[in-house]
Structure formats: structure tokens, C-alpha cells
């Protein structure tokens, strides 16, 4: 048994279709319980009241929309260097989700910005280079959408999305260079120092696991049903229609 | 060659002007804020210009089949690309460099301040040639690529902008530039360390 057995279609669409269920479910339960204990059985910040509780939608939507990125390189590489169409199609899968992560992302934190720093929108560097990766996902998504050929499409938006992924670096390190920011520092990180506070930190931490199983799950959901599109398209060519 | 082909180098060196003469019909003829506003306005200048003549890059080539002569010849693809990116530099960037002290008389730079957007579009713009490059190799052979070269190219530019303009206007302004250069430089240098390379590979998938 290796891990890349599952790079074989069938073998796939049969793991995923047992797991989907699964995954679905326990992202629907610990979102919601994440949700209500942080909305619900949290005090109010001294500084900022209840606004602070756009926190639990606002991190883990960051979080999600950086690491959904992440994970298409992972699976442009492994595309380029095995050749396997799951891989790519997982790739194909992750930008829409990562797109409207990133969507969220923005939007929560507008609504934040808004009562906190007193304006929707700053150029801040975190901030900005928030808007940066929208960029490069809508570059990813049309290029995607451009391109006829399947294999071709894959391999073109695999190079992209490696290249995106440095020049995405740098963007990253440009704008901090360019301008100082309002954003605080990261709410989640090694360093004890930095966290948010204990009280609020739990149910995040809660609401995160949530995203990410939903983001898994909507991989999966999207991989599948790029593998029966192109089956069917499949189909379809040979039966002459 | 390049000159002739329909008159695509003086088109953006032409495109580069008008924008430039533009932007004060639309911010008002005030020489001060202009002065401000210049070495943004000539970086975007600069920047929109070169994207417009990207397409030419292997789109020609392309249709015609000589990028098929090119990839069977003894040259490695890689070496095309630089090529073709030194090209695009010369007949677009290095023009656009030149028009630079003309067009920064008309937005009331001092003639000691021309010289900081001069370095910084000297250093800036061979990245933005060869990050075209691979953009044009990404969107050779596709019906309309122009419109999406655009869109998966400007991101890309994101970084050299940054670095350029912020050269320019520290320098303009009478900071330290060192940094900011250094860092544009070294922009440039990536971009032409790795860039050549993918663009081969993207050219290679798509004369498949």
C-alpha cells in the first residue's frame, strides 16, 4: 500500500466517496460548535466589544485562503514531476475555494477595519498583499478556463501557479518594504508573546479545524466531480455525440 | 526585424507619450502636484507600454511556424528567450528610458530628480521585459491572448513596480535609495535567473 495508489482515478473517486460523508460532517459540527461558543460564550474585548468576533470567520478564512495556495503547489509539482491527473485536478479544484476564502478574507476584515481603524480600507502590507493573492488566483482560475486542452491547461497552470508562488513572495515582502502597517501582528504563531488571548483562542482554534475540514471537503467534492465531467467527456467522444 | 514588423516599437513608444501627456488633462495643470505624481505616473506609464507590446513577443513566431525552426535548432529554447526578452528590452524599454527626461520636463520634475526615475526604469524595465516574456510564452497560440496576457502578467509586475517607483520617489524626495534600489536590482536578477527557464518549458507544452 503507498499513497500514490489513490493517484489512480477509480481508486480515488472510491476513497474520497467513503471519506466525503465524513468530512462533511464533522466540518458542518465543529464549525457550527466553533461558531456558537465563540459568538455565543465569549465576553466582549475590553477595547474592541463584540466586534472582535469577526476574528472567528476573519483568521481561519486567511488561514484557509494562504494554505489553499500552498496546497496547489504542492499538487502543480506533483503533476509535473508524476504525471497524475488526480493531482492536477485537486489543483484545478482548491482555486475556486481559495479564491472565495480570500473573498472572505477581505470582506470580514473590511467590516472590521470599518468600527476599529475607521476606514474599510487601508493600504496596509497584509492587507495588500491580500488583495495580491486575489490577483494571482483569478490569473490561476482564467488561465485555467482559456485553455482547451486539458493536459496542456494543466501543465501551463502548473508553471503558473510555481512561478506565481515566488513572485506571491515577493509581493509579499514588497509591500511590507512599501508601507507600515495598521494590522496587528499574526493572531496564531509560535510565539506565546503575540496569540490572542486564551478566551478567545480556543474556539478559534475550534472554528480553524472546522475550515480546514471544509476546505477538504470541498476538494474533494470538486476533484470528483472533475474526474466524472471528464469521464463523461469521455464517454461522450466515443459514442460520437 | 523587429522594427519593421508592423511598427509595434513605436507604437508603445508612441502609447507611452500620449498616456504620460494625459494624466495632466486629468489631474489639472498644477506643476507641484504633478512633480508628485511623476514617478508613479511614468512607472505606470512605463509598465502599460510594455504590456502592450508583449504579444509580439512569440505570437508572430507562433503563427508562422518559425518557434517550431527555433525549438529543433542547435540553440537551446532557453537562449530564444533571453533573446527574444534582450530584444523586447531594447526596442521598448531602453526607448522608453530615453523619452523619460522629455516627458519628466512636462511633469515639472527638476532636472537633478530625472536622473532616479532614469536608474530606476533602467534597472526596472529588463524585468518587466523578461517577466512579459514568459507571460507572451504562456499565451502563445491562444485565440485572445492579449486580453489574459494582461491579466496573468500584471500580478507578476507587482514587485518591480513597487521597488521602482518607491527608488524614484525616495530619491526624488531626498531619502537614502540605496535599499530600494538594491532590492529592484535584485528583482530583476531573479526574474532573469528563473524566468528564461520557465518560459522555455511553457513554450515546450505549448508546441506540443
Known amino acids: 500500500m503507498s499513497f500514490w495508489e489513490y493517484a489512480n482515478p477509480v481508486k480515488f473517486l472510491k476513497l474520497s466517496g467513503s471519506l466525503l460523508p465524513y468530512v462533511s460532517i464533522l466540518a458542518a459540527i465543529t464549525i457550527i460548535a466553533g461558531l456558537s461558543w465563540g459568538f455565543f460564550f465569549t465576553p466582549d474585548d475590553y477595547k474592541q466589544g463584540a466586534t472582535v468576533k469577526i476574528l472567528y470567520v476573519h483568521v481561519p478564512s486567511a488561514f484557509v485562503a494562504i494554505n489553499a495556495w500552498f496546497m496547489m503547489l504542492v499538487a502543480s509539482i506533483i503533476w509535473l514531476v508524476r504525471r497524475h491527473h488526480v493531482s492536477a485536478l485537486a489543483a484545478k479544484a482548491a482555486a475556486p475555494i481559495g479564491i472565495a476564502m480570500t473573498i472572505i478574507g477581505l470582506v470580514t476584515g473590511a467590516l472590521w477595519g470599518q468600527p476599529m481603524w475607521g476606514t474599510w480600507w487601508e493600504w496596509d502590507p497584509k492587507l495588500t498583499s491580500f488583495l495580491i493573492l486575489f490577483l494571482f488566483y483569478l490569473g490561476y482560475i482564467i488561465l485555467w478556463a482559456a485553455v482547451e486542452d486539458p493536459d496542456t491547461a494543466a501543465d501551463l497552470t502548473s508553471v503558473l501557479c510555481i512561478v506565481g508562488s515566488v513572485f506571491a513572495v515577493l509581493s509579499r515582502y514588497a509591500t511590507n518594504f512599501w508601507n507600515q502597517g495598521l494590522h496587528q501582528d499574526a493572531s496564531l504563531s509560535i510565539d506565546k508573546e503575540e496569540h490572542v488571548a486564551d478566551v478567545f483562542y480556543y474556539p478559534l482554534i475550534v472554528v480553524m479545524a472546522g475550515f480546514v475540514l471544509l476546505f477538504v471537503a470541498l476538494v474533494l467534492l470538486n476533484t470528483r466531480s472533475e474526474i466524472m465531467k471528464r469521464r463523461a467527456g469521455a464517454i461522450m467522444v466515443r459514442s460520437g455525440i | ?208
Open chain 2, 1 to 208: 526585424m523587429l522594427f519593421g514588423q508592423g511598427g509595434g516599437f513605436g507604437l508603445s513608444l508612441a502609447f507611452f507619450f500620449i498616456l504620460v501627456v494625459f494624466f495632466p488633462f486629468a489631474i489639472g495643470p498644477n506643476l507641484d502636484l504633478l512633480s508628485k505624481v511623476a514617478p508613479g505616473t511614468l512607472w505606470v506609464g512605463a509598465l502599460l507600454a510594455c504590456l502592450l507590446s508583449l504579444e509580439r513577443i512569440f505570437a508572430l513566431d507562433f503563427e508562422d511556424g518559425t518557434l517550431d525552426l527555433l525549438v529543433t535548432s542547435p540553440i537551446p529554447l532557453e537562449g530564444v528567450v533571453i533573446s527574444k526578452a534582450i530584444v523586447h528590452w531594447l526596442t521598448t524599454g531602453l526607448p522608453l528610458v530615453l523619452l523619460t527626461p522629455f516627458l519628466g520636463v512636462l511633469l515639472g520634475l527638476q532636472n537633478s530628480n530625472v536622473i532616479f526615475l532614469i536608474i530606476s526604469l533602467i534597472l526596472g524595465t529588463p524585468a518587466l521585459s523578461i517577466i512579459g516574456a514568459f507571460g507572451a510564452a504562456l499565451t502563445a497560440g491562444m485565440k485572445r491572448g492579449g486580453l489574459l496576457l494582461s491579466i496573468l502578467v500584471l500580478p507578476f509586475y507587482i514587485p518591480t513596480l513597487i521597488f521602482g517607483a518607491e527608488a524614484a520617489r525616495r530619491g526624488i524626495e531626498g531619502f537614502e535609495t540605496q535599499t530600494s534600489i538594491l532590492l529592484l536590482l535584485g528583482v530583476s536578477l531573479l526574474s532573469w535567473a528563473i524566468l528564461p527557464f520557465a518560459a522555455a518549458s511553457v513554450l515546450r507544452i505549448n508546441l506540443r
